[in-house]
């Protein structure tokens, strides 16, 4: 099993920064595909920002919600098991819990359908 530990929500100012961590533990050696997803208040839960290992270790596929390029930045740290979301120019609609998720097949997570392993979310607040 996979446990994984977000940290990092708060409270912003439209147009201000928040940087989201995640960390994992447990089985962690198979965790091919780590990303984020949020979900607001009477919405379905969304697909923001993934990132993929593919064999090299230093070589990973990063890709992101139309939504959101150019504004988040998703990172990974193999050694340390752990994906970080930096988020710039958040705006009002952005409120949500944000979750950090994984996969261990070698696939993009684009769809919660898709997700092997879930955090417990965290609660990132972005006022007007």
């Known amino acids: 099993q996979v446990q994984l530990v977000e940290s990092g929500g708060g409270l912003v100012q439209a147009g201000g920064s928040l940087r989201l961590s995640c960390a994992a533990s447990g089985r962690t050696y198979n965790l091919y595909t780590m990303g984020w997803f949020r979900q607001a208040p009477g919405k379905e839960r969304e697909f923001v920002a993934g990132?993929?290992?593919?064999?090299?270790?230093?070589?990973?596929?990063?890709y992101y919600a139309d939504s959101v390029k150019g504004r988040f930045t998703i990172s990974r740290d193999n050694a340390k098991n752990t994906v970080s979301l930096q988020m710039n120019s958040l705006k009002p609609e952005e409120t949500a819990v944000y979750y950090c998720?994984?996969?261990?097949?070698?696939?993009?997570?684009?769809?919660?359908?898709?997700?092997?392993?879930w955090g417990q979310g965290t609660q990132v607040t972005v006022s007007s």
């Open positions: 998720a994984a996969s261990d097949e070698f696939k993009q997570i684009t769809s919660p359908g898709g997700v092997d392993y």
């Open positions: 990132v993929r290992r593919y064999s090299t270790w230093n070589s990973y596929n990063l």
